[in-house]
């Protein structure tokens, strides 16, 4: 009797699949089950580069630096991919492996070639410069592995520290990736005096998602406060901030809902500008009935002193102040970059 061969018929387009979802899981963080999808695009002899490098991410996100060494350097030897986004990934490996002989002697071989893309030169310079001194150095002084990658941040924070677009683009860069990798340069960052204070606020939001358990100092206004990220509130849920508003919705709430709900998101901007710090005194009649006035003028609409002294027992020369502050931090709050 004749046998009948085993044929194995794949799904349409099924290597294409499982590279998709991969990148999907990979942008939400899931790395293990990213790899998975990666390894089996893989054996259906797909030898895209996205394959390799998302391989190389996930392992390196995982820990497994030596196996996410292997795959970067196999696709550079290979010509497998972006060469520099390749040896970027390659390099930021080699750091955290502090196996810096590596990094100095894989950039000289760059430079020599002279193929360098003139908007990565200066980075690279400064990696080498980096690299050289921990050579020359004892590598120990560094206090634990994730301050290995960010003695290369340092290395070009001057110029971050003064370029808000640049402080933009690199904290949104971060949100898919593992911040903790970062916390030396976004330290730095929270710390300048340069920085606006939005940048912060943003640069706190992301700690806080990524449960950042180190205590960091953040510096606005001329304040200072130490913080641990992951035990923060939310600005709008401070207890102050929910009595302010309560105690608006009972007045202007009861008398304009609309005009309320303007008000509200306006004092929510407030706080996010002023985060982690809040609205000083903290005296919740004082911050409603600048709020009051506050909204009623940017709708246009006039009210006499008399009248909110009355509602909320605050003298005038108070208030002033108070409104001041908001018409201050309203106008930061739309930064532009």
Not at 12 to 32: C, T
Not at 67 to 76: D, R, S, T, V
Not at 144 to 166: C, G, M, P, S, V
Not at 282 to 302: E, F, N, P, Q, R
């Amino acid at each position: 009797m004749k046998q009948k061969k085993n044929n194995v018929v794949l799904f349409p387009n099924l290597k294409e699949r499982f590279l998709d979802k991969g990148m999907a899981l990979l942008k939400e963080k899931k790395y293990h089950d990213a790899l998975d999808m990666f390894a089996e695009a893989k054996k259906l002899n797909e030898n895209k580069a996205e394959i390799h490098l998302g391989m190389a991410i996930c392992l390196m996100e995982l820990g497994e630096l030596n196996e996410a060494k292997e795959i970067c350097k196999k696709m550079l030897l290979e010509d497998i991919g972006h060469y520099f986004t390749v040896l970027q990934i390659y390099l930021t490996i080699l750091i955290q492996l502090r196996e810096y002989q590596e990094v100095q002697t894989t950039i000289e071989a760059v430079l020599e070639e002279n193929h360098l893309p003139a908007e990565s030169a200066e980075h690279f310079y400064k990696l080498l410069e980096f690299s050289r001194k921990m050579n020359q150095n004892n590598p120990d002084l560094l206090e634990d592995e994730d301050d290995d990658l960010e003695q290369t941040q340092t290395l070009y924070i001057e110029d971050l520290l003064q370029d808000t677009q640049k402080q933009m683009g690199y904290v949104q860069s971060l949100k898919d990736r593992n911040v903790r990798n970062h916390l030396t340069t976004l330290m730095l960052l929270l710390e300048g005096e340069e920085v606006h204070p939005m940048i912060k606020s943003m640069i706190l939001h992301l700690m806080i998602e990524h449960e950042v358990e180190k205590e960091v100092k953040v510096n606005k206004f001329g304040e200072t406060m130490m913080v641990i990220p992951s035990k923060l509130q939310d600005p709008a849920d401070v207890p102050f901030a929910k009595k302010v508003l309560n105690y608006l919705d009972d007045t202007l709430g009861n008398e304009n809902p609309t005009l309320y709900e303007a008000v509200k998101e306006l004092w929510i901007r407030h706080l996010y500008v002023l985060y982690p710090f809040i609205p000083q005194p903290t005296d919740v009649k004082l911050w409603a009935a600048a709020l009051h006035i506050v909204g009623y003028s940017l709708h246009g609409i006039s009210i006499e002193d008399e009248e909110i002294e009355a509602i909320y027992a605050q003298p005038s020369s108070s208030l002033q102040e108070a409104c001041d502050k908001i018409y201050q931090i309203e106008e930061i709050s739309y930064f532009q970059i």
